[in-house]
Structures are given as structure tokens and as C-alpha cells.
T-cell receptor, first 114, second 113 residues
Framework: AQSVTQLDSQVPVFEEAPVELRCNYSSSVSVYLFWYVQYPNQGLQLLLKYLSGSTLVKGINGFEAEFNKSQTSFHLRKPSVHISDTAEYFCAVSEYPNDYKLSFGAGTTVTVRA | DSGVTQTPKHLITATGQRVTLRCSPRSGDLSVYWYQQSLDQGLQFLIQYYNGEERAKGNILERFSAQQFPDLHSELNLSSLELGDSALYFC????????????FGPGTRLLVL
């Protein structure tokens, strides 16, 4: 069974500063990796996903993530954040070909201050 | 707007009661997933249906059941409710299963008093 660890529960950051959210996973089989964002009182929205190919994945809203198989990590980055990036971010993993359910990390709350 | 709709948005009920949460997937999506988000357990997968058939089961209690109908909408039934069942319940849908993105609905917030 897979597990996902998000290493930071809260990340405060100033507007226009860079941010990195760390995610590590463990799995005995191949995985797909995802980052979702949840704005207050809303559902989850996909930021980006890694399925195969290039380990650097670009997503929406200027976010990118890098898959590192040897370190079993999938860290999310944004070079310059905006106030509107204040949200909770979830890293998720699905195993294939076992099943495709998503296993989520505990989430990282990003608070962007002016 | 993901295209996935969930009703109702909010539900307040008492312990011991039974409720039904409804999900309509995006047009053309065959897979429906149910997730529970609570403060103590985080986001957990409950169950998946694909084209009317159950495909995967997660940490779903025996008091909970689900089904997917021929028109592909899905219902999650929660019975003998306990205080600890208070949570946000999300439905997600995808075209098939596998690499396809799961699109999440806005959720149903359940409060058991």
C-alpha cells in the first residue's frame, strides 16, 4: 500500500517570494503523482500531474513539480506567489495497475502575506 | 467549475439517522469516486464505481454504501450516523480509470448532531 507524507503542515510566505511544498511517497509499485489545491470552502482542483516522461512537470497558475524516483519525492514549487495562492495543497498518489484511487497527504496550508 | 455536481451542499442531521448524498459526474465520465475529508483522518478514499460496477473499496464503513445508476449518477448512503461521521464528502469523476484526471465536485458538508 502506498503512503504520502507532506513534510510541512503550514507554510507562511510573503507575496512575490518563492515557495516549495515538499512531498514524499512510498509504494512498492509504479505510481502516478498529483498535486491538488483546495481554496477555502471549495472542492479540489488539479494543479499538475506526473504520469511518465519528463520529470519536470508544469501545471496551472505558474506551479511546477519535479519527480525524483530515487528520493521518492514530488516537490511543488512556484517562483513568485500571489495573495490568491493562499490555499491548502494536497499531494496524491495512485498506484497502477493495482487500482487508481488517490491516496492523499495530510495537506500543506500556504498563507501568502503582503 | 469542474462539471461535477453534488447535492445537497450542506446537511445537518442527528445521530442514528440515515442520509443520501448525490453526485452527477461530468458528461461522458464513466468512473465515480467518493472521498471523505475530516479533520482527524484527512482525505480518504471510500469507494469507486465504473460504469455501474464497484471497482475499488477503501476505508468505507459497513454502515456506508454506494451505487452508480444507469445514467451514471452515484449515491452514497450513510446510515446509523455517528458524531464522527461529520465531514466533507467529495465525489470525483474521470473518463475511465487509470491515468485520467479525477475532477472533484464541491462536496457535501455533513454535520451530525
Amino acid at each position: 500500500a502506498q503512503s504520502v507524507t507532506q513534510l510541512d503542515s503550514q507554510v507562511p510566505v510573503f507575496e512575490e517570494a518563492p515557495v516549495e511544498l515538499r512531498c514524499n511517497y512510498s509504494s512498492s509499485v509504479s505510481v502516478y503523482l498529483f498535486w491538488y489545491v483546495q481554496y477555502p470552502n471549495q472542492g479540489l482542483q488539479l494543479l499538475l500531474k506526473y504520469l511518465s516522461g519528463s520529470t519536470l512537470v508544469k501545471g496551472i497558475n505558474g506551479f511546477e513539480a519535479e519527480f525524483n524516483k530515487s528520493q521518492t519525492s514530488f516537490h511543488l514549487r512556484k517562483p513568485s506567489v500571489h495573495i490568491s495562492d493562499t490555499a491548502e495543497y494536497f499531494c496524491a498518489v495512485s498506484e497502477y495497475p493495482n487500482d487508481y484511487k488517490l491516496s492523499f497527504g495530510a495537506g500543506t496550508t500556504v498563507t501568502v502575506r503582503a | 467549475d469542474s462539471g461535477v455536481t453534488q447535492t445537497p451542499k450542506h446537511l445537518i442531521t442527528a445521530t442514528g439517522q440515515r442520509v443520501t448524498l448525490r453526485c452527477s459526474p461530468r458528461s461522458g465520465d464513466l468512473s465515480v469516486y467518493w472521498y471523505q475529508q475530516s479533520l482527524d483522518q484527512g482525505l480518504q478514499f471510500l469507494i469507486q464505481y465504473y460504469n455501474g460496477e464497484e471497482r475499488a473499496k477503501g476505508n468505507i464503513l459497513e454502515r456506508f454504501s454506494a451505487q452508480q445508476f444507469p445514467d451514471l449518477h452515484s449515491e452514497l448512503n450513510l446510515s446509523s450516523l455517528e458524531l464522527g461521521d461529520s465531514a466533507l464528502y467529495f465525489c470525483a469523476s474521470s473518463v475511465a480509470q487509470g491515468r485520467e484526471t479525477q475532477y472533484f465536485g464541491p462536496g457535501t458538508r455533513l454535520l451530525v448532531l
